[in-house]
């Protein structure tokens, strides 16, 4: 069997690669098994960081932090409380949260929200038709407004280059910080897309530092093999 970093490594190549000096590898996107749709578990959250090398996880559970918190401190990495919030117009993530943004609320209030906690509105997989991705009108809305801070110009889940292309051209347009995660709902995922980033201290710092990022990735989408699991209970929030 292989250890556990070469199959890391095997799974996504650039791995190999080393991060400059000074800089951290973070994944600005990823589930637990409070998101409800993952079956990742904290051990193997774990893991998973271990063998792909971030210094930097973003957990951002559907319209949940608990997994965030109580990850915080546990893993090899630091964690970003975050959450991936439903809009009746498509999704928006908030990092660096303290407070969880309640599912439903509309857009504008719920990127409000995120900035009146210190926090950092990203724009998740954008574009992308097959994801309930915000809604381009939406989307145009909070960023002529300014409530835009990052949108994820790389997600590993996102098939078509077109897509993430026309993400970069919306960034361009804007002046906002560019970001890539692996959307991970699975172990293995992690590592597939991140950005490699000069160090931070802070939301404010991070906005600041990923402008200098460097986005790094490829598509991984793979089904996780079936197994029976019994999962601990969770909560929403």
């Known amino acids: 069997m292989p250890e556990p970093q070469q199959a890391a490594i095997g799974r996504h190549p650039h791995l190999a690669e080393p991060c400059p000096v000074g800089w951290v590898r973070v994944d600005l996107h990823s589930h637990t098994m409070w998101s409800g749709d993952s079956t990742t578990t904290p051990d193997e959250i774990e893991r998973a960081v271990v063998e792909s090398g971030l210094d930097v996880l973003c957990i951002t559970d559907h319209n949940a932090i608990r997994g965030a918190v109580e990850l915080s401190g546990r893993v090899a990495c630091r964690v970003i409380v975050g959450e991936e919030l439903r809009t009746h117009a498509g999704e928006i993530i908030g990092l660096f949260l303290d407070e969880r943004v309640p599912v439903g609320t509309p857009p504008v209030a719920a990127a409000e929200r995120i900035r009146a906690q210190g926090g950092v509105v990203y724009i998740p997989h954008p574009f ?47 002046d906002l910080a560019g970001g890539a995660g692996s959307d991970a709902h ?52």
Do not use: C
């Open 128 to 174: 992308d038709p097959m994801r309930r991705n915000l809604a381009e009108p939406a989307l145009r809305e909070l960023a002529q407004l300014g409530l835009v801070d990052a949108i994820e110009v790389l997600n590993a889940k996102t098939s078509l280059r077109s897509v993430n292309a026309q993400a970069a051209a919306f960034a361009a347009e804007f």
């Open 186 to 237: 699975v172990p293995d995922a992690l590592g597939a897309a991140y950005v490699e980033m000069p160090d931070f201290d802070g939301p404010h710092d991070f906005l600041a530092k990923l402008r200098e990022a460097r986005v790094v990735g490829h598509h991984w989408d793979k089904a996780r093999p079936w197994s029976a699991r019994i999962l601990p209970g969770t909560t929403t929030d």
